[in-house]
């Protein structure tokens, strides 16, 4: 690792000065009345790792998007390698080198590597001649430490690769700076692990990489530089090597909300739930699930961890009744069903717009689900609705708590908590939730992580996904670990191991591995 | 916040003002192939509500773009694209003409009419069906499908007065024999008005009904918002599609039926002047409402009347309706959005100045 | 008539019927890969069709009548194209809206040159390659514009497949989003595909009026632009397809306009559905056959794209 680092180094001293440096001065941003970012004083060298930590809302992504031209500072200026630069556009920022990875990707999914890094290229000419371009675009990404196969679409690679295209798309069109936002969020440890290797790599060639992230073990093991943002302001602006990582873990945990990690498993013997040899086709947009065995008991949150697209969204709709299985059973309760069609289960989607009708009322996406229950002789009893509407926007302190305004008139945090809470209390005793924290600031995460602890206890339970295995590890009485279409681990509360989770996640089956690659390490 | 009533206004406004804007443009329009916009104006102004007779005359042109603006709704709640009612108008005319030519002349007028409607209903609906069916379970758009088979339509009216239904009696014009009297739909003293414009008036309130206080209505606003979450909250999906495309062809039927009972008397080519292609635009103007829909079928029925009046007195070509109608249309698209960010600006102010 | 001579003769007609629906169709392709469906299609082939004749009626010259029905079309196209772009209108709502404007115009303007005689644009034989038999009366003994058709589609494809603005094109219809990021301007690229389009479909509807019909009736189209679109479903998106269709259209057409000149006992009504029923049918079964395999094609179709930061 360290010899290539090496190497790198080499090639490139010729096109990236070593003094790279950028600062902020006195940069403000406000939008209507509200301030996001408030006269942030900040300089960045290259060389390392810098990254950018806050809860969201923080100003965090406002300040980088100035820096990437998609803001305009309402104050203040920005200067690269001491001269004064303003980006009015992205383009501009992309001018002087500056590029951004987005949290949701920004790649064409028909298109090949290739094309995704030649798309948008004014150097080209006109009729392109794809395989001299396509040579040169493979021999700068093997310069450049990038292990990628540009010959696929990127419809068919792994997060992590498209993660990575998306870094060397900013190369390509040599990017000095390089902005990742939450680069980490959707993969597995392992695969986290070797992009944030990557951008140190990078960053060591004396280029600017600036990383947002919420997990605070990257920052302790990868920045050199950190700075906390809290409500628009810079708190905290720490070089990791003038502190021990103890002290930088210590500033640090301040920001920090997780729980305790659970350690006690309850044994319970109410089965509400029984899958029995499940297994579906793939569909467009949908892999194929194989042989999934699982029970839900009552009162125990289950979680359910892997790579995105492992097989999560598919056995969620299978358990929500929204997709139908090629084969297998079901068992509600005991009882054999045919389908899970008329079992009543709430269902947090990874996407909003699944679970929300943004053009109708709050009110109307409150009983959305529960209308059939509601009135007589086909008509709705308004007033029952707006009652439990109520209810429901209170429960989570939705604002605006207006029970006739538009859904689209909701920040994406808001309709989250409606999502849950609507979901929360209706009559079902189970609940899907698909990484339901996405979008919510850390209190509001706890916050639910801790009614759907409760939720469990009422005798129901709750089947919580998400690709966060701290996350996991606070709330869930087991957790099961997909890979490719099949539950391929369990562990239970009291054993947790992160470390075999992560490998779990990664695809590593089989058990004699794990253990001397978790003795190794 | 802005208030459901404002909101509402703002709306509206959009389509007045758009009305206002096809008005000048077409004006415009006019001066230049060398006519004065000022006097046909004023022409078809008093043709279409000047007296009595002109308003009578209105009511009758609104009738069957009520019913076709009504059909539209029905689809576009639901986010479907039906402009396939001019064909199913037409089918609906070519069932109600088989049971008018079939019955025989005896039948009580009541049973005839009932028996027509009838006719024309599953015609229409039937004719609704091949875009539904071929959206629901092939995934195929619906609105270029239904707009080929308005020209199928047409081809089969046209194949029947010429051929099978022609009537024996006067080879040279292409038509049926005229339906017997009790096929004729009873008229308001003295004018052309008949029963179509009360069935009309029954079906808008009754939509808006099922639309804001049913479990049908409710759902079908939340497939026609987002197909995605009525599919996770299990809503029969297919099924509504299906029987909104039914239903609509049946209403839009209604108006074949009211035209060639109340109005020809027979079936003929020419039946409609795109009624249903006006039924589409009202219908958006109207943004979807029923209520709506039958004010501005008024209004949009005097300008047809109007022009129509002016065809013979100004050599003014019906095409000009179309112009006027199309230039409608597109201000009151441009301004839906434009109005729609303009109001979002004036809401982020008045939040400001809250805050402030 | 022998049946050689007769599958010739409809063979020939069947180019000469397929042509403006193809013309239109390559086009539709091109700006529904950028993700903006055109249904003004229709209407765009009515104006172009006029705008033709009349120039063609004033000048006296076919090349000032054809460059009129391109600049027409390019303007007509831009107009929706701004409407679909800058107001995010819906689109099915605003090519319906642009050809019912345009029927009117065309209508209304169209009356003083309804069976006037205008300069049409007379057959070329292809030296050397109109001497092949059969396909040399079929191809290539058409006239200047019917080849220029041939010349279309390639370039088209080449356009789409080929080039640094193809990949932009298919970029923006598929995932607007990734394109801005990488610095392709949404905007423009859909005007441009848009823009385009509407010329291909305008040169549709001037050789529906200069060669086929030899002159200007109200709504001359009859439905062709919407056939075009509905082609482009059928085709998937690709131009090579869209001419498949547009023939098999142009059969349709010719064939049945031989049937009736033979006298065949069959109403013309009847056999004038056929036709549009062929298409409908035709995307019918081409869509079974894709459920299998979708194609990839503009997913950001008809989807309005307001750039988000």
Redesign the interface.
């Known amino acids: 690792m360290l010899g290539n680092t090496a190497l790198l180094a080499d090639t490139e001293k010729q096109s990236i000065p070593l003094a790279l440096e950028l600062e902020f001065a006195g940069v403000s941003k406000s939008f209507a009345s509200v301030l996001a970012c408030d006269s942030i004083d900040l300089k960045i060298k290259g060389g390392g790792i810098h990254a950018l930590v806050g809860e969201n809302g923080a100003g965090k992504s406002t300040l980088t998007k100035m820096l990437a031209g998609f803001y305009q500072p309402t104050s203040g200026s920005l200067y690269l390698s001491g001269k004064e630069v303003v980006f009015n556009s992205a383009a501009d920022a992309r001018k002087h080198g500056i590029g951004m990875v987005h949290q949701q990707l920004a790649l064409v999914p028909s298109f090949t590597g290739y094309e995704n890094v030649l798309l948008g290229d004014e150097r080209l000419s006109f009729a392109l001649n794809k395989k001299v371009l396509e040579k040169k675009v493979a021999a700068k990404a093997s310069e450049l430490g990038f292990n990628l196969n540009l010959a696929l679409p990127v419809s068919a690679m792994s997060i992590a690769d498209r993660q990575k295209l998306e870094i060397f798309k900013l190369l390509w069109r040599d990017a000095k700076v390089l902005i990742l936002d939450e680069p980490t969020s959707q993969l597995a440890p392992l695969e986290a692990e070797e992009i944030l290797r990557l951008a140190s790599d990078l960053a060591a060639t004396g280029r600017i990489v600036i990383l947002i992230t919420h997990h605070l073990n990257e920052v302790i093991s990868f920045a050199r530089s950190i700075s906390v943002l809290r409500k628009g302001q810079l708190v905290a602006n720490v070089v990791a090597d003038e502190l021990s990582r103890e002290e930088l873990a210590g500033r640090m945990l301040e920001f920090d909300q997780t729980l305790p990690v659970k350690s006690q498993y309850v044994q319970s013997d109410i089965s509400l739930l029984k899958l029995v040899d499940i297994n579906t086709e793939a569909t467009p947009g949908r892999r194929s699930l194989k042989e999934i065995n699982l029970e839900l008991k009552a009162g125990e949150v289950v979680g359910v961890a892997g790579v995105t697209g492992a097989g999560q969204i598919e056995l969620a709709e299978i358990v929500a009744g929204l997709l139908k299985p090629e084969s297998g059973k079901f068992y509600f309760e005991n009882e054999d069903l045919k389908t899970l069609k008329k079992v009543s289960v709430g269902y947090v989607p990874s996407e909003q717009k699944q679970a929300c009708a943004f053009e109708l009322s709050l009110a109307s996406n409150c009983f959305l689900k529960a209308v059939d229950g509601s009135g007589s002789f086909g008509f709705l009893n308004q007033s029952l609705l707006k009652k439990q509407a109520r209810e429901i926007i209170s429960y989570f302190k939705v604002t605006p708590a207006l029970p006739e305004v538009s859904g689209q008139a909701l920040s994406g945090g808001n309709l989250q908590r409606l999502i849950i809470g609507r979901e929360l209390k209706s009559e079902a005793k189970i609940i899907v939730a698909d990484n339901p924290s996405a979008g919510l600031d850390a209190f509001t995460s706890k916050r639910v992580r801790q009614e759907f602890a409760a939720f469990a206890k009422e005798g129901k339970t709750v089947l919580f996904i998400s690709p966060d295995v701290d996350e996991l590890i606070t709330v869930c009485d087991r957790i099961l670990v997909m890979f490719k279409g099949k539950i391929v681990g369990e562990q239970r509360a009291g054993e947790y191991d992160s470390q075999a989770l992560a490998l779990l996640m990664g695809g590593v089956e089989n058990n004699s591995c794990l253990k001397m690659k978790v003795g190794n390490a | 916040m802005l208030s459901k009533a404002a909101g509402a206004m703002i709306a509206f406004s959009g389509s007045i003002a758009s009305m206002l804007f096809g008005f000048v443009a077409v004006g415009i329009f006019l001066l230049l192939s060398g006519r004065n916009p000022a006097t046909i104006y004023t022409g078809i102004f008093t043709g279409a509500f000047g007296d009595t007779f002109c308003l009578s005359e209105t009511l009758v042109a609104a009738t069957p773009i009520m019913f076709c603006a009504l059909a539209v709704a029905i689809a576009a709640r639901l986010g479907l694209m039906n402009i396939g009612v001019e064909g199913q108008l037409l089918f609906g005319a070519i069932g109600s003409t088989y049971v008018a030519l079939t019955m025989p002349e005896t039948t009580p007028s009541w049973l005839m009419l009932l028996l027509m409607a009838l006719s024309a209903c599953v015609c229409g609906a039937l004719f609704a069906l091949i875009p539904a069916l071929m959206r629901v379970f092939m995934d195929i758009n619906e609105t270029i499908v239904s707009l080929l088979l308005n020209y199928v339509a047409a081809l089969t009216v046209e194949y029947l007065i010429h051929g099978p239904w022609q009537d024996p009696t006067t080879t040279s014009w292409p038509q049926t024999m005229a339906f017997p009297p009790c096929a004729e739909m009873p008229h308001l003293e003295g004018s052309r008005v008949h029963l179509g414009l009360l069935v009309a008036l029954i079906i808008g309130f009754l939509l808006m009904l099922v639309l804001h206080s049913t479990k049908f209505g409710f759902k079908a606003k939340v497939i026609g918002s987002n197909p995605q979450a009525a599919l996770y909250a299990k809503y029969p999906l297919k099924r509504y599609l299906i029987v909104a495309m039914l239903l609509s062809g049946a209403v839009a039927a209604l108006a074949g039926f009211s035209q060639v009972s109340a109005i020809e008397g027979r079936l003929r080519s020419g039946l409609s002047p795109g009624y249903g292609y006006t039924g589409f635009l009202v219908c958006f103007l109207a943004k979807h409402n029923p209520i709506t829909i039958i004010v501005v079928s008024i209004l949009l029925g005097g300008f047809l009347s109007g022009a129509d009046s002016l065809q013979l007195s100004e050599k003014l070509p019906f095409a000009t309706v179309n112009i006027l109608q199309g230039m409608i249309f597109i201000f009151l698209l441009a301004s839906e959005n434009a109005l729609k960010s303009w109001s979002e600006k004036l809401r982020l102010k008045l939040q400001a100045a809250e805050a402030s | 008539m022998d049946d050689l001579a007769f599958i010739t003769a409809v063979a020939a007609g069947m180019v000469r019927s397929g042509t403006p629906v193809l013309l239109a169709a390559v086009g539709e392709c091109l700006t529904e890969r950028s993700g903006i469906l055109n249904?003004g299609m229709e209407g765009i082939m009515l104006a172009g069709a006029l705008t033709a004749v009349i120039v063609s009626y004033l000048t006296g010259n076919i090349f000032f009548a054809i460059i009129a029905a391109l600049a027409i079309g390019a303007l007509i196209g831009l107009l929706h194209a701004f409407?679909c772009l800058y107001?995010?209108?819906?689109q099915?709502?605003?090519g319906?809206?642009?050809?019912?404007?345009?029927?009117?115009?065309t209508?209304?303007?169209g009356?003083d040159y309804v069976g006037k005689s205008i300069h049409s644009i007379s057959a070329y034989k292809v030296p050397w390659l109109s001497e092949l038999p059969f396909f040399g009366s079929v191809f290539f003994n058409q006239d200047i514009l019917v080849y220029l058709s041939y010349a279309i589609v390639p370039l088209t494809y080449?356009l789409i497949n080929?080039?640094?603005?193809g990949?932009?094109l298919?970029?923006v219809g598929?995932?607007p989003?990734?394109?801005?990021?990488?610095?392709?301007s949404v905007f423009r690229t859909r005007c441009i595909a848009t823009a385009l389009g509407a010329m291909l479909a305008a040169l549709g509807g001037a050789y529906l009026s200069l060669v086929y019909a030899q002159g200007w009736t109200?709504n001359i189209t009859?439905?062709r632009g919407?056939?075009a679109?509905?082609l482009v479903?059928f085709a998937s998106w690709n131009p090579w397809k869209a001419v498949l269709g547009a023939y098999l259209f142009g059969l349709a057409i010719s064939l049945q306009l031989r049937l009736q000149a033979a006298g065949a006992d069959v109403?013309p009504?009847?056999l004038?559905?056929a036709p549009?029923?062929l298409?409908?049918l035709v995307?019918?079964v081409s869509?079974?056959r894709q459920?299998k395999i979708?194609a990839?094609g503009p997913?950001a179709l008809s989807i309005p794209y307001l750039p988000q930061?």
């Not at chain 3, 107001?87 to 819906?90: A, I, M």
């Not at chain 3, 319906?96 to 115009?105: E, M, R």
């Open positions: 249904l409407l107001f995010h209108v819906n099915v709502a605003t319906i809206a642009v050809t019912i404007l345009l029927s009117g115009i209508a209304f303007c009356i080449f080929g080039t640094r603005f990949l932009s298919k970029a598929e995932e989003r990734a394109a801005a990021a990488a610095g392709v109200e009859a439905g919407w056939i679109v509905g479903m109403s009504y009847l004038g559905m549009y029923l298409v409908i995307l019918a869509k079974l459920k979708p990839a997913t930061v």
